[in-house]
T-cell receptor, first 112, second 113 residues
Framework: DQQVKQNSPSLSVQEGRISILNCDYTNSMFDYFLWYKKYPAEGPTFLISISSIKDKNEDGRFTVFLNKSAKHLSLHIVPSQPGDSAVYFCAASVYNTDKLIFGTGTRLQVFP | DTGVSQDPRHKITKRGQNVTFRCDPISEHNRLYWYRQTLGQGPEFLTYFQNEAQLEKSRLLSDRFSAERPKGSFSTLEIQRTEQGDSAMYLC???????????FGPGTRLTVT
C-alpha cells in the first residue's frame, strides 16, 4: 500500500526553466510534508518542508505547494540549474509520529 | 559539525552471518532514525529513538533486526542470520526534537552473497 506516490519516474527540463515535481498521498492523517534531494552514493538531503496548516512555503529557488483537498503537493524549482539534477523524494508523516513515509522518487535531469 | 556519519560505508557478507552498523548523529540531535532503501524505492522506515528510548519499530522489521542507542548518542543496527533479501542501503538520520527535518547520513550499503 503506497501511501505516498510519485507517478513520474523521470523529468527532463532545460536550464533556466521551471521544474515541477508532483506527489500524491492517500493518508488524510498526514500533516507534515518534506522534499529531499538525493545524489548517487549519498544520503538524502533535506530541501524544504510544509505543515498542513499552510498551502505554500518558499525558500530561495524552491517552493512547495500543498493542496489538501486533492491530497497533492508539488515542488517548483525556478530557475532550474544543472546542479539540480538528482532524484527527488517527497515524504510525509502523521501528526503523532516522526516516522517519514517516502515516495518512490522522481529523477530530474536539467540540461543546458 | 560534520553531520551524520555511518560506518562502514560498504559491507559484503555471506548469508547467515551477523552484521552490525554504526551511526553517529549530529551532536545536539536527540532523535535518531534508521531507514532502509532498495533499488528504485524510497527510504523505508525501520525504527527511531528519542535519546536512548526506542519509540517506534516498523512492523515489517523481523526479529533478526535489533537497534540500540545505549547512551543517547551513537546507535547500532544489528542484523542476525543475514538473508539475501537484506541487501539494501541502510540509512541513518537525526533531528532536533519532533516535527523537524531529518538529516541523513551517507548510508551503509549491505550486500549479502
Amino acid at each position: 500500500d503506497q501511501q505516498v506516490k510519485q507517478n513520474s519516474p523521470s523529468l527532463s527540463v532545460q536550464e533556466g526553466r521551471i521544474s515541477i515535481l508532483n506527489c500524491d498521498y492517500t493518508n488524510s492523517m498526514f500533516d507534515y510534508f518534506l522534499w529531499y534531494k538525493k545524489y548517487p552514493a549519498e544520503g538524502p538531503t533535506f530541501l524544504i518542508s510544509i505543515s498542513s496548516i499552510k498551502d505554500k512555503n518558499e525558500d530561495g529557488r524552491f517552493t512547495v505547494f500543498l493542496n489538501k483537498s486533492a491530497k497533492h503537493l508539488s515542488l517548483h524549482i525556478v530557475p532550474s540549474q544543472p546542479g539540480d539534477s538528482a532524484v527527488y523524494f517527497c515524504a510525509a508523516s502523521v501528526y503523532n509520529t516522526d516516522k517519514l513515509i517516502f515516495g518512490t522518487g522522481t529523477r530530474l535531469q536539467v540540461f543546458p | 559539525d560534520t553531520g551524520v556519519s555511518q560506518d562502514p560505508r560498504h559491507k559484503i557478507t555471506k548469508r547467515g552471518q551477523n552484521v552490525t552498523f554504526r551511526c553517529d548523529p549530529i551532536s545536539e540531535h536527540n532523535r535518531l532514525y534508521w531507514y532502509r532503501q532498495t533499488l528504485g524505492q524510497g527510504p523505508e522506515f525501520l525504527t527511531y529513538f528519542q535519546n536512548e528510548a526506542q519509540l517506534e519499530k516498523s512492523r515489517l522489521l523481523s526479529d533478526r533486526f535489533s537497534a540500540e542507542r545505549p547512551k543517547g548518542s551513537f546507535s547500532t543496527l544489528e542484523i542476525q542470520r543475514t538473508e539475501q533479501g537484506d541487501s539494501a542501503m541502510y540509512l541513518c538520520a537525526s533531528s532536533l526534537g519532533t516535527r523537524n527535518e531529518q538529516y541523513f547520513g551517507p548510508g551503509t550499503r549491505l550486500t549479502v552473497t
